[in-house]
């Protein structure tokens, strides 16, 4: 088969598996380019441009096909609906013949059966094509305009309106399209030369590089290859981690014990046995196949202090009640934070999936605070920017009395003018109380971070 038709059907296979399946998109593109690792580097790149680049505009793609089509895009085959979307997007957005993208576009109908539809496939892109410059978008006072630009769900876009202004708002979702890098956290306590021999591992892996003062050893990267082939990774000396989560681990207060309630993939234990390697760290999260991948990455960093266990961070363990200095709850969220990185959380997002997951959240904090010493502390955090998710439900928690908002111990020198604290209360939003990152207005993807104290 043509190499270039090759690269198209993986693409377009991928994409119907993904709305088949509940599997995350990223974990899709994973898998895919590891079955597909024969291709050239460059081949893989495409094929992961394009199914990143579908999903991440889909709302957008469609409502163009729309414009050009007799026939609306819900009333298409999914199979050709999914062909146009590839086509349009590449004319739209990549740097390629449109002619290629268009023929490519029919021959991939006529491979996967559609012969009769192959004259449409080309008449409408050929349209976009011709059309491209003139294409008509809801303007700003449309109330359409941030979920078509920005293909983001009516359902997201109603719910942080009413949180968020229309200027952060955009700024938002604009860099939620334009997360194209990954951060990689160096080992703490590396040497000078040992942390130079890395980045210069990671460039000749062709990684574009960026270094910041504000996050020490932790590095954001674009262009990187598999990571999980370079040696600095399987010697346990990187491992990806973003700047949210960092920030987070910089945060928990040190303790003789520390619980990390929902811990999978173990990302966080590892970094806070590094942190205070004289501390011990209980691991723990809902199934066995979550234990292993905690246990896989706690092998390969060559962590020592940390023990894993199955829990369910909503059922009581009366054997950990008043038994920990130290409990993190990273708790399962909706995750509009990253929705840069796990671009279809935004076409899954309910509003009954919301509403259970406000109730899951508040069974784990209740829960879990049990397990807090007395003058011990509790550390909840998201990656969601839903403020009913964060500052709504750190208050309703509060509201009980028995905990209070803490110091935060680690604010990066950039952040400082970030919604930090609670300033209505009386609470200095420089040192204390819970942090609110938000993508396109920090260097970071969105996340928030409370401190509190147990009275």
């Known amino acids: 088969m043509n190499k270039d038709l090759e690269i198209r059907r993986i693409a377009l296979e991928t994409l119907l598996l993904s709305e088949k399946s509940n599997i995350p998109s990223h974990i899709l593109i994973r898998d895919v380019l590891d079955k597909y690792d ?3 580097r460059s081949e893989k790149a495409l094929i992961s441009t394009m199914i990143k ?3 991440e505009r889909k709302t957008e793609l469609d409502y163009v096909i729309d414009q050009f089509s007799s026939t609306k895009h819900t009333k298409m085959k999914n199979v050709i609906r999914i062909i146009l979307e590839i086509g349009t997007y590449q004319i739209l957005y990549m740097e390629s013949y449109d002619t290629l993208a268009v023929n490519m576009a029919v021959n991939l109908a006529k491979k996967k059966g559609f012969a009769s539809l192959a ?23 449309d109330e359409n305009y941030l979920s078509v630009k920005y293909s983001v769900s009516p359902v997201i876009v109603d719910l942080l309106k009413e949180q968020y202004d229309f200027d952060t708002l955009e700024k938002v979702f604009a860099a939620s399209l334009n997360d194209d890098y990954v951060r990689i956290r160096i080992k703490e306590g590396l040497s000078e030369s040992g942390y130079k021999e890395i980045i210069k591992e990671l460039k000749e892996n062709g990684a574009d590089i960026t270094e910041s003062a ?25 491992t990806v981690q973003d700047a949210g989560s960092y920030i987070l681990c910089k945060n928990v207060p040190k303790g003789e014990t520390i619980l990390d309630a929902c811990s999978a993939p173990g990302g966080k234990s590892i970094f806070l046995s590094e942190l205070y390697p004289d501390s011990k760290i209980t691991s723990c999260d809902i199934s066995e196949d979550k234990i292993s991948k905690i246990e896989e990455n706690i092998a390969r960093m060559k962590t020592g202090n940390i023990t894993t266990k199955i829990a369910d961070a909503t059922l009581f363990n009366p054997e950990w009640e008043e038994k920990f200095d130290t409990v993190l709850a990273d708790v399962p969220c909706s995750g509009l934070g990253v929705i840069g990185k796990k671009q279809d959380i935004k076409y899954r997002i309910t509003e009954e999936g919301l509403n259970d997951l406000y109730e899951l959240q508040k069974k784990i904090i209740s829960n879990v605070s049990k397990y807090v010493k007395k003058g011990g502390y509790l550390v909840y955090s998201t990656c969601t920017i ?11 928690f509060m509201s009980t009395g028995k905990f209070a908002l803490a110091d935060l111990s680690f604010i990066p020198n950039s952040l400082h003018n970030s919604s930090i604290g609670t300033s209505e209360e009386g609470i200095n939003p420089e040192t204390k109380g819970y942090m609110t990152l938000l993508q396109g207005i920090n260097d970071t993807d969105g996340f928030f971070i409370a401190v509190m104290r147990r009275e």
Do not use: Q
């Open 214 to 238: 504000d996050f020490p050893n932790l590095i954001k990267v674009k262009s990187l290859g598999n990571i999980t082939r370079m040696k600095s990774f399987t010697e346990g000396l990187i």
């Open 119 to 141: 004259g449409f496939v080309n008449a409408v892109l050929r349209k976009i094509s011709k059309e491209k410059s003139n294409i008509k978008y809801p303007d700003k006072n």
């Open 38 to 40: 024969y291709l050239e």
């Open 386 to 396: 839903n403020r009913k998710e964060n500052e709504d439900a750190i208050k309703e």
């Open 53 to 55: 680049g579908v999903i």
